[in-house]
């Protein structure tokens, strides 16, 4: 019989289980920009949990807002049927959202909203009549969430390669890092926007005729930081606007503050067809995840329907009252203290101090946008992935989250960090750096 409080009940997402198990590392609490643990001990959040609480921890407006939610109406369902807040936090997001996209599907997570905007894309083909398009084309080293259409599009070949075939018709772009090109770039690089000219190369292979949509991150973050050089995203708009492919810009990571902007297409001045979100939606508070659709899409898939149901897609749990209620308050924080101002101002000093750890122990290369940041370590020889994996425990020891993908530290603090904060997360990350082999 398993304890009420043992360990060995939980099977850990992304997790070296047995590793845990032997030597966990648990939180108990958290509040602000600080995570605390069993013994109590402060550890600086360096990550926003999982890139996802850009408001920072435990804020009462948010807490406040889930428990009278669940007082007030705790589930509602939205098969037929809704809740007034359904439809004031769509309103919402719609009004902070790129123009033109002005419809919001809901979901419960990144993954969810993948694979959402995935079956959008389909069934807008078909309603226009463009019902050979069913091919989906994501990126190497791009990470989509784990349901069936997003490790399809995915690029991530751990996260592929257990699961057999996978969605047919899917192909990859190649992706925007060259690891023989510059080093410690502070920002976009110049170089590179011709790669979204692989798309073309694609188009040749496969027919316009049988794409229907093109998804990437506009920063890859999940493979350790991969910002696009300038014109990249401009030019892969060009070219899925002229052989009528839809664009879906997966934002669950860039949205709500991370670039100094609402979404990075935004920040960036390019609008896709569709935008996922999770994340930062919520503050994770509660689980939620949408797409931003523009309304061309909507009317072609609804107005073209027979009467009746038009998309034969959603959860029980779209649009939840308790993620609603947190949605709301969430993005009232975001606009009442300027958080995504705030981001901006502070990028500059950001990417500087990542980038004063050019030339620290094992560190061979260093990428930023935004707040966001990610410092790749030399790996050890036969043994990818491990150097990073020992800094990722010692920072722990050491009083700092940090978040490793690979051989790569990745930084994504909460938005209403301080320069204190920032100058403390990279002198602990230089002072581990010196100590790990």
């Not at 190649?174 to 090109?181: Q, V």
């Not at 990249?232 to 810009?249: D, M, N, Q, S, V």
Request: charged share 20%; proline share 5%; glycine share 12%.
């Amino acid at each position: 019989m398993t304890r009420a409080n043992s360990l060995d009940a939980f099977w850990m997402p992304f997790t070296n289980n047995r590793g845990f198990k032997e030597q966990p590392r648990l939180f108990v609490g958290a509040k602000d920009m600080h995570y605390v643990t069993p013994d109590g001990r402060k550890v600086l959040d360096a990550t926003a949990g999982l890139w996802c609480v850009n408001a920072g921890h435990g804020r009462e407006r948010i807490v406040e807002a889930i428990r009278r939610q669940a007082g007030e109406l705790d589930f509602a369902p939205t098969f037929q049927l809704a809740h007034p807040l359904a439809f004031e936090f769509a309103n919402r997001i719609a009004a902070m959202a790129p123009e033109g996209l002005d419809q919001v599907f809901f979901c419960n997570s990144g993954s969810e909203a993948v694979d959402s905007a995935l079956k959008i894309a389909l069934a807008y083909q078909r309603a226009v009549g463009q019902g050979t398009r069913t091919r989906l084309i994501g990126r190497e080293r791009g990470y989509h969430g784990v349901g069936f259409g997003g490790i399809s599009v995915g690029g991530i070949v751990g996260n592929r390669r257990w699961f057999g075939p996978l969605l047919p018709g899917t192909d990859h772009l190649r992706h925007t890092y060259d690891p023989a090109g510059p080093r410690f770039v502070n920002g976009q690089p110049q170089d590179g926007a011709d790669l979204a000219d692989d798309l073309e190369r694609l188009v040749a292979l496969h027919g316009a005729e049988t794409i229907a949509a093109v998804i990437v991150e506009p920063v890859a973050g999940s493979t350790g930081v991969l910002v696009p050089p300038v014109g990249y995203l401009e030019r892969l708009r060009e070219i899925t606007r002229r052989h009528g492919i839809l664009l879906i810009f997966d934002e669950v990571i860039t949205a709500f503050g991370r670039l100094g902007a609402a979404t990075a297409a935004e920040h960036f001045g390019v609008t896709p067809d569709l935008i996922t979100i999770a994340k930062g939606l919520t503050n994770a508070a509660v689980p939620m995840g949408a797409v931003l659709v523009s309304g061309d899409i909507y009317k072609a898939v609804t107005e073209g329907a027979a009467p009746g149901i038009e998309l034969f897609h959603g959860y029980t749990y779209s649009a939840h009252p308790l993620a609603c209620a947190a949605g709301m308050a969430t993005q009232e924080i975001y606009a009442e203290e300027g958080l995504f101002e705030r981001a901006r101002s502070l990028s500059d000093y950001f990417g500087d101090a990542a980038h004063a750890l050019r030339g620290a122990r094992h560190v061979i290369d260093i990428r930023n946008l935004g707040l966001v940041a990610g410092i790749e370590l030399e790996p050890r020889a036969g043994a990818p992935g491990a150097r990073a994996m020992a800094v990722f425990h010692r920072c722990f020891d050491e009083g700092l989250l940090i978040r490793v993908t690979g051989d790569i530290i990745a930084l994504s603090p909460p938005l209403i960090l301080e320069k204190a904060h920032i100058d403390e997360m990279m002198d602990k990350i230089a002072d581990v750096l010196a100590k790990v082999d």
